[in-house]
């Protein structure tokens, strides 16, 4: 870098410093609290000792463990009470254990159906869960799973989902993390499967390719609210999966996020009748008639969200 622009950066650099300073504080007069950092810090170990990082790695499991010791009992409570579509002479496994295999399969993370199949079943795995979950009793098999989920009604487990995001937010335990009040929703959609063949009329289609390249390909999508708290933690709440036949089928138009949108905003003003709420949407949202006034759905265009 010649000397002209080393001099040039470092004066650009000095007035960014500078204007950061002012607007630090500018909110600092304005009794704003700092802005809330999203991603880790660039530094090195807080943790200057081995003893001092084992008491921190105990402290953060059993505040863990507290957590789940909490508000686990009110999810599988919740999820025993879905009806049972298996035939009761031939079920060995329990509905709740079955979900709560399903729930370890995510939390640990395994990455696959046979990895988590291959990790829950390993002794001492096996003997930690059935000390902690008592209902488990015995591990069931991956594909026992897949079945049952196969036949159930999910938005039974979907609405057991909510009960615990409704039970946390009636004890106020987000309250440190609210924005001007209110709870912040994102809105998003994410694709999740993709097929060159059809596997069932609901999933959407699309072209890929050119010229003798191009072929048809169909893919899953689903629109997704989780709750987005100030720190950066995000709780998923509830999820809508886009359908080829809620599209206008006469018009040759398929479903998409924006009427997607208006089936999930309904859900969760029937869910959260008087939760304030601030709406997180990308750039895809604001045009009609997603921002519209409507008796139903209010949505503010203001720099406070109103709340439902």
Not at 2 to 7: F, I
Not at 56 to 67: K, L, N, S, Y
Not at 85 to 112: C, D, E
Request: with cysteine.
């Amino acid at each position: 870098m010649s000397e002209p622009r080393r001099e040039n950066a470092k004066a650009w650099r000095k007035q960014r410093q500078a204007a950061q300073r002012a607007l630090r504080a500018s909110q600092r007069a304005a009794g704003l609290g700092p802005r809330s950092h999203t991603t880790r810090p660039n530094r090195t170990s807080e943790y200057e000792t081995v003893e001092q990082e084992k008491q921190a790695r105990t402290d953060a499991t059993i505040e863990h463990a507290r957590i789940i010791r909490a508000k686990l009992p009110i999810l599988l409570r919740r999820l025993s009470t879905i009806p049972d579509p298996r035939n009761p002479l031939w079920t060995t496994h329990k509905l709740i254990s079955l979900m709560i295999y399903g729930i370890l399969m995510f939390v640990l993370q395994t990455g696959s159906r046979r990895k988590t199949n291959e990790k829950l079943t390993a002794a001492a795995m096996k003997q930690h869960l059935l000390e902690l979950f008592p209902d488990l009793e015995t591990i069931p098999h991956h594909d026992t799973l897949c079945r049952l989920l196969a036949r159930i009604d999910v938005d039974q487990i979907e609405a057991a989902q909510v009960e615990p995001a409704r039970s946390l937010i009636r004890d106020k335990k987000f309250g440190d993390y609210l924005v001007e009040g209110c709870y912040l929703i994102a809105i998003d959609g994410t694709q999740k499967l993709v097929r060159a063949e059809l596997p069932a009329g609901q999933w959407l289609e699309r072209e890929v390719g050119s010229g003798e390249h191009k072929r048809t390909q169909y893919f899953v999508y689903v629109l997704e609210a989780n709750i987005v708290l100030s720190n950066g933690m995000t709780i998923p709440l509830m999820s809508e999966f886009l359908d080829y036949t809620k599209g206008d089928t006469e018009r040759e138009k398929q479903d998409c996020e924006q009427k997607a949108f208006h089936r999930l905003a309904e859900r969760l003003k029937t869910a959260f009748p008087r939760l304030p709420i601030m709406l997180l949407l990308d750039g895809m949202f604001p045009v009609g008639p997603v921002i519209i006034a409507v008796p139903e759905v209010q949505l503010a265009l203001h720099d406070r969200a109103e709340g439902w």
